[in-house]
């Protein structure tokens, strides 16, 4: 999984609770994303680093906070989670983010709030 | 709005077979195109990309057609064998923006009769 780690691997979790995911890379890539894959929809983009404190949203920010205070590290935060977002999440890092744009995926977190 | 289209989303190929996916994009600002593959329980892993200069792209069994004029692109797998029963994603994005996300097609369940 090019060098890409998530924890945790699986998370249940109840209604209102926060939540944090971790991605965490080894390759020293300068972009990092945050997806979420849903039965009939795809990988939908939550948030984007553009490097270290550099964030922006994506498709489907509301509900989500992202951090990103060291290279190989991007956290996912839910402050409330909500049944809604019961999801597969998985984490992308690109070395090259603009011309290319070739993202290497991790191999997911699988969230259920009850 | 859904920016990229993908069809069919299930497909059964007998192994020797072709199979073919295709995609249809909307913004013309795309100028990237990759295909990913993803096996049950895995994040999704980077096949074959292209880009928009080309109308065609081959790696191994694997070959997108691109028709820039009609905004489609389109994955063949060749010989298809049992191992490529996998769901494929097909994406898009604007690189000119710098660390843009991927917009994803819904997926194709492609299954390999032996």
């Known amino acids: 999984d090019a060098g890409i780690t998530q924890s945790p691997r699986h998370k249940v979790t109840e209604t209102g609770t926060p939540v944090t995911l971790r991605c965490h890379q080894t390759?020293?890539?300068?972009?990092m994303y945050w997806y979420r894959q849903d039965p009939g929809h795809g990988l939908r983009l939550i948030h984007y680093?553009?490097?270290?404190?550099?964030?922006d949203k994506g498709e489907v920010s509301d509900g989500y906070s992202v951090s990103r205070s060291k290279t190989e590290d991007f956290l996912l935060t839910l402050e409330s989670a909500t049944s809604s977002q019961t999801s597969v999440y998985f984490c992308?890092?690109?070395?090259?983010?603009?011309?290319?744009?070739?993202?290497?995926f991790g191999p997911g977190t699988r969230l259920t709030v009850l | 709005q859904q920016q990229v289209k993908q069809s069919p989303q299930s497909l059964i190929v007998q192994k020797g077979g072709i199979s073919i996916i295709n995609c249809a994009y909307e913004n013309t600002a795309f100028d990237y195109f990759p295909w990913y593959q993803q096996f049950p329980g895995k994040g999704p892993a980077l096949l074959i990309a292209i880009r928009p200069d080309v109308s065609e792209k081959k790696e191994g069994r694997f070959t997108i057609s691109f028709n820039k004029s009609a905004k489609q692109f389109s994955l063949h797998i060749m010989d298809s064998q049992p191992g490529d029963s996998a769901t494929y994603f097909c994406a898009a994005s604007n690189s000119g923006g710098g660390a843009d996300g991927l917009t994803f097609g819904k997926g194709t369940h492609l299954i390999i009769q032996p």
């Open positions: 992308a890092i690109s070395p090259s983010g603009g011309l290319y744009n070739e993202q290497f």
């Open positions: 390759e020293n890539h300068r972009y």
């Open positions: 680093s553009y490097g270290v404190k550099d964030t």
